[in-house]
DNA sequence: TCTATTACCTTGTAGCTCTAGGTATATGGC
DNA sequence: GCCATATACCTAGAGCTACAAGGTAATAGA
């Protein structure tokens, strides 16, 4: 019996310091009014004055995982012959878009103030 | 003999919208005089207010990326004893670090402009 | 009839970031 | 001398996000 090596343990990574704009985006436009997946794709659009552009790919994938994790309760509604499942946010989703927003704002300031060292160098 | 159901292409993929920040920071801190790893491990710590922390796992594979691609370039110094390996912009570096630059200022725009959007709702 | 639009969805990949290690030298305390 | 800590470099492999590229089905308009 050769004592086998250890395989490196690799435990769950923290998600990237950067990720969870999506999700961020998300959250706060269903914070407004509840809304469903396609309208949330031309939403993300227009607020962000077309400086982000989430596709459909993007967008269906984070309201389910957001959904299953109990931030968001969807409710399909049939309008015009086409089913639409709209999301609004529960408690639990309130307290994530506030801790990604505040995520944000660190990081934002975070690479601001590297960015702005340049000038008073 | 089968007709083989073509493999879905799955050209290159844009990279994620929001990433690229660990190599801007990298490159805006090099452009202001060159630095080796080590100490940008703990530049990047010192300039962001602790808000940001990038490990010498992800330093060091993003020097090595932006050195094969030709934005940055190396020179071994010996210091004490201890080797170091020296980073400055190049040309192409410059117009990297511009680039990035914008694309972070559009994006940032965009998050805040949606994150606004509920106080004159 | 054919195309575009609405509205939902999933599969599989690319690429980035993180963890968790590794090597080697120098320094200071005991 | 010995050991822990700091400096300084590095990599492999996993985890995860966001992506492209598809697919289904219904409606509306040309």
Redesign the interface.
């Known amino acids: 019996m050769v004592k086998q090596k250890p395989l490196r343990r690799m435990g769950q990574t923290n998600p990237p310091?950067?990720?969870g704009?999506p999700e961020?985006?998300l959250l706060?436009?269903l914070?407004?009014r509840e809304m469903y997946g396609y309208e949330l794709v031309k939403s993300?659009k227009l607020?962000?004055?077309e400086?982000?552009s989430l596709g459909e790919g993007v967008i269906y994938p984070v309201l389910h995982g957001l959904e299953r994790n109990g931030s968001l309760k969807a409710k399909r509604k049939v309008v015009g012959g086409r089913t639409r499942v709209y999301y609004s946010l529960t408690a639990k989703g309130k307290r994530r878009l506030e801790r990604l927003?505040q995520d944000?704002n660190?990081?934002?300031?975070?690479?601001?103030?590297?960015?702005g060292?340049?000038s008073h160098?």
């Not at 660190?106 to 960015?115: H, K, M, S």
Request: glycine fraction near 6%; avoid cysteine; aromatic fraction near 6%.
């Open positions: 310091f950067m990720s704009v961020l985006l706060q436009l914070a407004q993300v607020v962000t004055g400086a982000i927003e944000w660190r990081i934002q300031t975070g690479v601001n103030a590297a960015l060292a340049a160098a």
